[in-house]
């Protein structure tokens, strides 16, 4: 069963827009983590949000985990055309070394 | 540093054959998953090796076995292939100091580029 579920599936935006996605799951986490996905490429693991913290930042990145609500949420600012990308939020259930179960993702295209 | 790479890039296979992907990981990193992502979803967790043993399976059947060596590089082997193996594989390497060890430690996964696999 899938541990993340983003929302939107997809998000269609113009340069410099922010652009946020939402990502649900349904069982406690140690950690949440969110990745990006280039077409046909690895993931690039982009920030790391513990249980018991409540948001985080890195450079234009923001992301807030609201455990009483399963939820998370990915903040990116003043967007760019190579954000463009498929974008996964995965959770740790417990430290395991790397068993992460994702969510479906959210394909965001920022248009020039 | 040198990341994490995977071999080979693509492959063509009919079904019921073998297949062994391969993967080294990123220098200083002890633990490799293998993960599957089916076209348009998200990585499913397939296995974990951390010191040269299986360390936690996802929901995938025992025909999906793998290695890990000395110098932490990785082997995923498939037996008898169906079609609805055709995806996107995926290794990942990290760092993990074990059980025993502080309960809130975590560390990111690497990720190869990945092997794409067809099964015809």
């Known amino acids: 069963s899938q541990q993340g579920e983003e929302d939107p599936q997809a998000l269609s935006i113009q340069e410099g827009e922010n652009a946020t996605m939402n990502c649900s799951y349904k069982t406690s986490i140690n950690n949440l983590q969110w990745y990006r996905q280039n077409s046909g490429r690895g993931l690039v693991h982009l920030i790391l949000?513990?249980?018991?913290?409540r948001e985080k930042h890195s450079g234009r990145l923001r992301v807030t985990l609201d455990t009483s609500k399963k939820s998370s949420s990915l903040l990116i600012t003043a967007s760019r055309a190579a954000d463009t990308a498929s974008y996964f939020c995965a959770g740790e259930k417990e430290t395991s070394g790397s068993r992460l179960t994702f969510g479906e993702g959210t394909q965001l295209t920022v248009n020039p | 540093e040198t990341g994490v790479t995977q071999s080979p890039t693509h492959l063509i296979k009919t079904r019921g054959q073998q297949v062994t992907l391969r993967c080294s990981s990123q220098?200083?990193?002890?633990?490799v998953s293998w993960y599957q992502q089916a076209l348009g979803q998200g990585p499913q967790f397939i296995f974990q090796?951390?010191?040269?043993?299986?360390?936690g399976r996802g929901n995938f059947p025992p025909r999906f076995s793998g290695l890990q060596f000395p110098n932490y590089s990785s082997e995923l082997n498939v037996n008898a292939l169906e079609l609805d193996d055709s995806a996107l594989y995926l290794c990942?390497?990290?760092?993990?100091?074990?059980?025993?060890?502080?309960?809130?430690?975590?560390?990111?996964?690497?990720f190869g580029n990945g092997t794409r696999l067809t099964v015809t």
């Open positions: 090796y951390y010191r040269e043993e299986e360390n």
């Open positions: 220098s200083g990193h002890n633990t």
């Open positions: 949000i513990r249980s018991n913290e």
């Open positions: 990942a390497s990290s760092y993990w100091p074990g059980t025993g060890f502080l309960s809130s430690y975590n560390s990111p996964l690497h």
